[in-house]
């Protein structure tokens, strides 16, 4: 059985470091490439202050890239837009397309001081490949909820996350809250990558360039025991074998459903038994509780 087609499976490849050329980093990119995976993620401004356009050097050799390996690119840089400076993350298609792009709607302090400085990025988009639905957020937007319940509220199924320091456990708790998985690639040179539940899957540092490789399921779902758990009973004695409980946290009453042989997918037969997903049950019940008081809970901030 091939493995491969069980579920909705993403090749994510991180690459992080640190001060390297763009040619050496291109022979790395290439290399990988070859090898086959889905994505390629690059870290936070790798390639220094410098202002490029998405028409410069840095995008059009990634672009090849991309092109060559039939592979996404997540390349950053600090794109120049009319004299101004944005901290981007370029998402690159498998024909070297950018198609989209996310300007750090919280730069760090620091990248204010840059000639010109660091303009706010205003949106958080989420947008669709062909293996699921993805968001990238860049360093200093780690610590800012507000950011990663967005990406959560557009439905948000893995987040990249580019970086100049590691954040941990940081990370750990927006996939916590939002069920969706994390993958880093930073300039300190380590990758880590968290579950939808937040367990810690992947954890990995090298001197140098730090290559980390990892294939993750899309199709596996995450449920709330309440108001499914006669739904699920029904749903594993009907798919014996082929939808399987894949963890159950007792004391946070959540559990989780992964298919497990071809053709099948877990997450649209849980929609077909009525069950609804952690991260929706979540917002139904804002929503809900929101209306019979009339309107959000306030927030606190000025």
């Known amino acids: 059985m091939d493995v491969s087609k069980i579920g909705r499976p993403v090749r994510i490849t991180s690459i992080s470091f640190n001060d390297r050329s763009l040619e050496e980093i291109a022979g790395i990119v290439d ?3 070859a090898k086959g995976t889905d994505i390629i993620a690059l870290p ?4 220094g202050p410098q202002l490029e356009t998405i028409h410069g050097e840095t995008i059009r050799t990634m672009s090849r890239l991309a092109k ?3 592979t996404y690119i997540v390349c950053p840089i600090f794109r120049d837009v009319d004299g101004k400076r944005y901290n981007s993350a370029i998402l690159l298609d498998r024909s070297g397309n950018p198609i989209c792009i996310y300007d750090k709607v919280y ?4 990248e204010f001081k840059l000639d010109p400085p660091v303009e706010v990025g205003t949106e958080v988009p989420v947008i669709d490949t062909d293996f699921g639905r993805i968001g990238m957020v860049i360093c200093f937007d780690v610590n ?3 950011v990663w319940k967005r990406l959560a509220d557009q439905g948000a199924e893995l987040v990249i996350w580019v970086s100049a320091y590691s954040a941990g ?8 809250n939002h069920n969706y998985y994390i993958v880093s690639s930073t300039l300190a040179g380590d990758c880590i990558v968290y579950d939808i539940n937040g367990r810690e899957l992947l954890n990995e540092k090298s001197p140098g360039i730090n290559i980390s490789r990892i294939t993750l399921d899309l199709d ?5 025991e309440n108001y499914n758990l006669e739904k699920r009973d029904r749903l594993l004695k009907d798919y014996e074998g082929s939808i399987v409980q894949d963890f159950h946290m007792e004391r946070e009453e959540w559990f989780g459903l992964r298919a497990t042989v071809a053709g099948i997918s877990a997450r649209e037969t849980a929609k077909k038994y009525g069950m609804v997903e952690l991260r929706d049950y979540r917002n139904q019940s804002r929503n809900k509780i929101d209306k019979m008081r009339g309107q959000p809970l306030a927030s606190n901030n000025g």
Do not use: M, Q
């Open 31 to 33: 290399s990988e490439g």
């Open 44 to 47: 936070e401004t790798w390639r």
């Open 68 to 70: 060559k390996h039939n």
């Open 107 to 110: 730069p760090y302090h620091e």
């Open 144 to 146: 800012f909820p507000e």
């Open 169 to 176: 456990t940081s990370l750990l708790a927006h996939a916590l």
């Open 220 to 224: 596996r779902g995450i449920y709330h």
